[in-house]
């Protein structure tokens, strides 16, 4: 029963995001460098993937899916459906699997196109072979759709001084182009599980870290020109032929050679880290990479060999903030620290509206942020409110506050899109700095979790203390894994602003955006207060309300984002007054009043 409803979603899914790609106004204006045979076959390999259900593939309705709407995007000629509906709809369908479908619908025993499982036995030719299809193959597939893309109109060189007239030297390409070899060979000549379990899951951070840098950052990197001399000069120009000066930068040459050399055998790591700086140095000798691409593309490729221990400072950050509380009390009124992070998020926020905008929007800006204060506070009061939650306050609540603001706008001479886009791009920098405030109230708590997971609260004053059983156990850093989907959230809509598409496209992909986020983010949370309906909890389906809501606005026709205006400090006095304002918000109650709305804990 539970394939047959999978299936079917994903059939609703593949028809949706067809009339969506059709429905999306011109905005999308990119090239597609596949050719019709390769639609063809994701299109096929859909329909197989569907009607066979290998065990090869863990989540073969959902993968049928992405593939039957990317082969058709394709097919049709559809850059919408292409570049925005199918990445969309994986991110959908990863976000169902994650948030929902884990534990309730059954899977292969021993699927290749999944991390590999850990233990001691032995690694067999499939399991290396796999690296080649799960890690390899998509790593390819998207980086030479980014290339074909070609670099964003307003890129820049991250040169230094000078460095475009440094000489070439055409004899380390050899060297250069040997990290597509080492890569491919990798899979065959790590010894242990581990190593390639752990080459697998680097692969993956790598991509999910360096591609949303390469299309967000308009950086690229023209090669420096040279003279073809000897047959190794025409093999550089060969492959830059091949290439182009986008996604450089990071430098996934110095990325791959990291990871390269952290997986293979201990015994030969020395040779194997000297063959790695030799691809870094080789990267600026061919001319093809900017010293910037390569030094970031060394501190991530660091960052994502290391992802264990930046994981624990994270976690370990995390959980002492988490247990941070501090009050100071004067007479019947107290102040709570955590207050100040809210203040923090809107400052930071609304001034860059005013950026955004311009002084002459201050009023319809000031507007919106206080309405969003106000149906925050009404929202959560009408979900959670009780005797213990007397002030509580609620993200969705501020967004509808938001819309609002932008409703009533034209009285205060503003668009509404224009309000409605600003504080689309600064909704991430609020509700990042809200979940720090979350964590030290301790609301948005997750669900328990594995001791090297999860974050232990101990602080009495925490809601992981009072009002659930557990405090002092280790549970999901929500909060966190929020702020973590935020980040590319932020560089998206950002972007998307300094492109000037339509304000109702970038809100409409704000909304997509976080929804798919929230989705997971909420299937981890633990705090008890929260309803559920037919297996989900409310949030969830609030954010599939908003996914869908987003997708259907980015249909809607509007204006474009304006060009930044002539900014000056009004704005961050605005900012900082209506920071004040919600620090006290939130961050200042009564605590031994019984009175409604009196106290934050």
Known sequence: ????????????SVAGCAAWALAVPGVVHLPIPLPDAAGAVAVIAGALLWALRPGAVAHPLHAGAVFLVGGGSILARSSAGLYLVTPVLAAASAALVWGWERGRLPLPAAPLLAPLAPGAAPLAARERAAMWINVLL????????????????????????????????AWAEPVYAS??????????????RGDLRAFQLRGWIAMAVVFPLHLAL????????????????????????????????????VVWAMLCAAALPRAFAWLAWAWAAAVAAACSLTGMHTVADILAGVAVGAAIIRYPSVWELLRATTERVANSWHEWRFGPVRIINHGAYAGIGTFLTVALAHALLGVEHAPAIAW???????????????????????????????????????VTAPLWGTNGWMILGAYAVGAPLVQAWGRVRCLVQGCCHGRAAPAQLGIRCTHPRSRVVRLSALGGVPIHATPLYSILWNAPVFLVVARLWSLHVPLPFLCGIYLVMTGIGRFVEESLRGEPQTPEYRGLRLYQWVAIGTVVGGALMTCVPGPAAPAFPNWDGHGLVVAGLLGVLVSAALGVDFPESDRRFSRLA
């Open 1 to 12: 029963m539970a394939v047959m409803r999978t299936l079917l979603l994903s059939a609703l």
């Open 218 to 253: 308009p950086v690229c990197a023209v090669p420096r020109p040279f003279n073809v001399n000897d047959p190794l000069g025409g093999l550089l120009a060969m492959e830059r032929a091949w290439d182009s000066p986008a996604a450089a930068f990071p430098s996934f040459h």
């Open 368 to 406: 919106a942020a206080c309405c969003g204060l106000f149906t925050a506070g009404a929202w959560a009061q009408i979900i959670e409110g009780s005797h213990q939650l007397m002030r509580p306050y609620g993200f969705y609540g501020g967004v509808l506050g938001i819309m609002i603001g932008a």
């Open 179 to 192: 990290a597509y070899v080492v890569a491919l060979a990798t899979p065959w000549l790590v010894r242990t």
């Open 138 to 169: 998509p790593w390819l597939a998207a980086y030479e759709l980014i290339v074909a893309l070609g670099p964003a109109p307003d890129a820049v060189m991250l040169a230094l001084p000078g460095e475009a007239a440094w000489p070439v030297f």
